[in-house]
């Protein structure tokens, strides 16, 4: 069967230093399960295919890539399945009126769709797009596999574990799928159907520029359960990673087919067990591959001591995000965090020492966080300066950010009316009843907010996306961070 996979436009603030346009990893390896059960695979890249276009749409924001006409246009007519991918909930609005131009154009051909917006609100996904026929739920490769083979051969969808159908005038689930266990059996993504090169060409990836960049997963899941965040809901609590042997082997087959610089890890968490995080590092030393890695998504920080941070070095480790997210101890508690504060500035201490640069995550406005919290936070964030830390990254809570599929979006959330027909952007988010409406705080985020823009202005000055930021590409003594530049300045 020939298949169609789409990758929306995104939405970007043209001013901002930090909305990375990434090649889409998790459709490469969709499209190479596809390719592996005999599929003929095509990828409309709709932020590769034209990396720097750009249309003008609300509140100062731009889409960047194809139009929807010309993805529309691009897609082949003769496709049996079309399968469009959905990250961020904040880009729904748009995703759906791809959706359904596709569908409005293509009205024979089956429509589903996946990722993580897809699995955190299927419901309202498909209450929206009538012509969406499926949603695929978390991870993808056997569900999709399973799914055209059910196509092709007529046999009954319900069977195949994994998808929301449309069910009469609703939707059912038929059931989940267990995460895949055997990782290192997934086929590699299937790059060869990514324009990768206008990426390269226009320095676009996650994380610092540092040259030819790569994207690449070692494991995937997180074993911890955060409060805001879709891990359980998307992938389960479940670490599974990938044989250190198997991602050197990738990285050395990306040096000699693209001769690589750089390889940026996408994990949700990749550094959880030292000794593999220790294998990994000492098997890139001896493959003497010449390239630099980073971990621009946030790591745990428990793994990482001295020795650790050698090997990091060493192997060529110059970018790592730390994600405490609070400085304040209710908060973290409130978050489930499970982060012990002076263990990660001793795990910090111990990177900067050295080389590496280390970035700080935060989250801001959390449900129940007080002023307090906020400034214990800012404090945190001066201890993190004296000890070395080179930029901070900080986020706001948002209901309509966060996936809805977290428990801190539901305790967020303040009407249990059902809207799943409701297109407008604020009341979509609100379709299911919250288990604890009384839990719902009276709305005291807007105070922090301020806080948070300054602070994210300030940020900036590191995350600036050129090769030639000196910041980023260099270590600085301790205390004169962009967050110790903005505490300070009074
Ligand atoms: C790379 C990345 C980014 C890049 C994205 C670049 C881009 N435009 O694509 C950047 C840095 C810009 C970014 C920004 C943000 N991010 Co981000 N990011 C990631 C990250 C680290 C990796 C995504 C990835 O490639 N995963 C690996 C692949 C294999 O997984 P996958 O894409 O989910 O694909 C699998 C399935 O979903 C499914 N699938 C996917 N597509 C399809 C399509 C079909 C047809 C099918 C059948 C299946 C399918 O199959 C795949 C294989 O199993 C994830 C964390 C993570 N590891 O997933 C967070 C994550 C996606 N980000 C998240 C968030 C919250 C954000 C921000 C809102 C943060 C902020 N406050 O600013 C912003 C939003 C930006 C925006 N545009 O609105 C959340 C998503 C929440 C949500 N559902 O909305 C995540 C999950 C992190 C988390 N755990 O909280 N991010
Ligand atoms: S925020 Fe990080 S540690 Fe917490 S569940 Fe998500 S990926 Fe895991």
């Known amino acids: 069967m020939k298949i169609c996979l ?19 990893i998790g459709l490469a390896y969709i499209a190479a399960a596809l390719r592996e059960a005999g599929h003929v695979v095509d990828i409309v890249d709709g932020i590769g295919e034209r990396p720097l276009q750009s249309v003008p749409i609300a509140h100062n924001l731009v889409l960047r890539g194809m139009t929807f006409d010309e993805i529309v ?54 209450a929206q797009c009538p012509g969406l026929d499926m949603c695929v739920l978390g991870e993808g490769e056997e569900t999709i596999v399973e799914l055209a083979a059910a196509l092709e051969k007529g046999s009954d ?11 009469g005038s609703g939707y059912m689930r038929t059931g989940s799928r267990p995460r895949i266990r055997a ?45 805001f965040c879709s891990n359980p809901a998307m992938w389960t609590t479940r670490w599974i990673a990938r044989d250190p ?29 030292r000794d593999w995080i220790l294998e990994f590092a000492k098997g890139l030393v001896a493959r003497k591959l010449n390239i630099t890695w980073q971990l621009p998504s946030g790591t745990r920080s428990e793994a990482i ?3 650790v941070s050698k090997w990091l070095y060493a192997s060529g480790c110059r970018n790592m995000n730390y994600a405490p997210e609070s400085g304040s101890e209710d908060s973290l508690k409130r978050m489930k965090k499970h982060v012990s504060l002076d263990k990660l500035t001793e795990s910090l201490r111990a990177a900067v020492k050295e080389g590496l640069n ?50 801190a979006w539901c305790s967020r959330r303040r009407s249990p009316t059902p809207t799943t027909t409701s297109t407008s952007w604020p009341t979509w988010t609100s379709p299911r009843p919250c288990p604890t409406p009384t839990s719902c705080p009276p709305a005291r985020c807007s105070s922090t907010i301020s806080s948070a823009s300054r602070c994210s202005t300030a940020r900036t000055t590191c995350s600036a996306r050129p090769a030639s930021c000196a910041p980023c590409a260099t270590s600085r003594p301790a205390g004169t961070s962009p967050a110790a530049r903005w505490l300070w300045r009074g």
């Open 6 to 24: 789409v990758r929306p436009p995104s939405i970007v603030n043209p001013v901002s230093y930090i909305a990375s346009l990434t090649p889409p």
């Open 73 to 126: 246009a691009r897609i082949p007519r003769d496709a049996g399945l079309i399968g469009v991918s959905g990250m961020f909930s904040s880009e729904w609005n748009h995703i759906r009126t791809l959706v359904n131009k596709i569908a409005e154009a293509l009205p024979d051909v089956p429509l589903a769709a996946g990722g993580e917006h897809f699995t955190a609100a299927p419901d309202v996904s498909m």
């Open 157 to 167: 969808l319900k069977l195949v574990k994994g998808l929301a159908l449309r069910d």
């Open 183 to 227: 990782v290192d059996t997934i086929p590699r993504p299937a790059w060869d159907l990514i324009p990768l090169q206008a990426y390269w060409e226009n320095s676009l990836s996650y994380g610092v520029n540092r040259g030819k960049s790569m994207p690449m997963l070692a494991s995937r899941g997180c074993p911890y359960s955060c409060t």
């Open 245 to 273: 042997k198997e991602v050197l082997d990738e990285i050395e087959d990306y040096k000699k087919r693209w001769d690589i610089d750089n390889v940026d890890f996408y994990d949700l968490t990749a550094i959880v067990k």
């Open 305 to 307: 001591d001295g020795e």
């Open 358 to 407: 280390v970035k700080i995550n935060i989250i801001l406005g959390m449900p129940d966080d007080t002023h307090w919290d906020t400034l214990k936070t800012m404090a945190f964030l001066v201890r993190m300066s004296w000890n070395g830390a080179h930029d901070v990254s900080v986020g706001v809570f948002s209901p309509t950010l966060a996936p809805r599929s977290t428990s």
